[in-house]
Each structure stands twice: as C-alpha cells, then as structure tokens.
C-alpha cells in the first residue's frame, strides 16, 4: 500500500538555525499538509498546501516557517531560525484530490524535531 | 474560533471492558472524520462520517454522527490490549471543507 515518506526520522538541531523537513506524499495525491504534535498533546494544523500554493495556513504557521514543492514529488517544511518551542514531532500528510471535502488524510511516520 | 472538544482526555480500562469517546463541535460539522494514534505512531484514519445521524461499525468500534452533526462518538465493545493508543476526532465545517479541525484526544489504557 502507499504511504507518505519523511525524512529524517530525528532532527537534532540548535537553537537558531535552520531545519528541512522532507516528505514524499502519495504519488497520486494533490493536497499536502504539515501538522505537528508536542509530545502527548494534540495535533495541530500548520499548513495546506495544492496547485503550488499555501491554500490555508494556521497562525502558528508564522514568517519563521516555508513550504515548498521544488520537485515532482517532494513537500518540504523549512524553518528558518528555529526556537526551543518548536521542538515537536512534524507530520506531513497528503489526501486525494477528488472528493477533497471527503478525503482522509493519510500520514507519514514523522520527523521529531529536537532544538537544544 | 471554532472548537472541537473531545471527552474524556483519558480512560483506564480492564481488558473486556467498552470504552467510548466523545466528540463535540461548537458549529454544524459538513463532516467528523476518526483517527487512531499508536503509542509512538502516527494518526492512522479510520472512518469518517457524513450524514445525519449516521452510525458506521467496523468490527467491535461503532462510530456515530449526531442528528444535529455537531457531535460524534467512538464505542468500542469489549476492549483488547490492541486498542491501546489515542483517538482523535477530526471535523470540517460546514461551509469550510478543508482544513479539519482536530479535538485533543482520547488516551486509551487496556489493562490485560
């Protein structure tokens, strides 16, 4: 079966820099996400993403943050400069385009993000 | 903003015992959509609701949409140590069909 793909599988980084997470969504799937989860809370939207463009974006989703496709099957969250509270799990997810409205979201394993 | 409350935030089961979760929206829902999380998973779709006072079952989980679709609910009959994770309620707005708006969860503990 199909799954979404990320990349690392842990990202350690200091406070301050720079971080690229990666995922490969389902090859047929035309809506992307980016959610993140602090550990044992809830998960939380950042981002969506279709037709090369942010279509919503939550307000956690700040200047600090970027999404890009550069490739046919790439998806990847940049922050920029990141912070002590940023340290999460970042889930990338992908649904279908046809019947959005009624589509589930299927998730990749996630990247857990450690800012020291 | 709108909000999704989920109900209760933890539940310690034996082994045997049903379990259900609750699920309530501050607005009408266009649709709820159900999510499993393993310990140290990822959320894993189960199910999703679109009518009225629709009921869906798989197996021993039986999901419900309230008449009004402003509520849900998981029950599960006779737990097993494989139900162990958290549920996650997800719902669209009406009028608002893309982003989902996620509950915080029910925990599931199973006593073996």
């Known amino acids: 079966e199909p799954e979404v793909t990320q990349t690392p599988s842990h990202q350690v980084t200091q406070m301050g820099q720079e971080v690229i997470l990666r995922c490969v969504p389902i090859?047929?799937?035309?809506?992307f996400y980016w959610y993140r989860q602090i550990l044992g809370q809830k998960v939380e939207f950042l981002v969506s993403?279709?037709?090369?463009?942010?279509?919503?974006k939550s307000e956690i989703f700040d200047d600090q943050f970027s999404v890009e496709r550069p490739d046919g099957s790439n998806f990847t969250l940049k922050i920029r400069s990141t912070k002590l509270e940023d340290s999460a799990m970042y889930f990338c997810?992908?649904?279908?385009?046809?019947?959005?409205?009624?589509?589930?979201?299927?998730f990749g394993n996630g990247t857990r993000l450690t800012v020291t | 903003g709108q909000q999704v409350m989920q109900i209760p935030q933890y539940q310690h089961v034996q082994e045997g015992e049903d379990f259900t979760t609750y699920c309530n929206s501050s607005?009408?829902?266009?649709?709820i959509q159900w999510y499993k999380q393993r310990p140290g998973g990822h959320p894993v779709f189960l199910i999703q609701?679109?009518?009225s006072g629709e009921v869906k079952k798989q197996k021993r989980l039986t999901f419900q949409f309230g008449e009004a679709k402003k509520n849900s609910s998981l029950h599960i009959t006779a737990t097993q140590t494989t139900d162990v994770g958290t549920y996650f309620c997800?719902?669209?707005?009406?009028?608002?069909?893309?982003?989902?708006?996620w509950g915080l969860g029910t925990s599931l503990a199973v006593n073996p």
């Open positions: 609701l679109v009518k």
């Open positions: 090859s047929n799937h035309l809506y």
């Open positions: 997800a719902g669209r707005r009406a009028g608002n069909n893309r982003k989902l708006i």
């Open positions: 993403f279709y037709n090369n463009e942010i279509s919503e």
């Open positions: 997810a992908s649904s279908e385009a046809g019947g959005v409205y009624n589509s589930p979201l299927h």
């Open positions: 607005t009408t829902l266009s649709n």
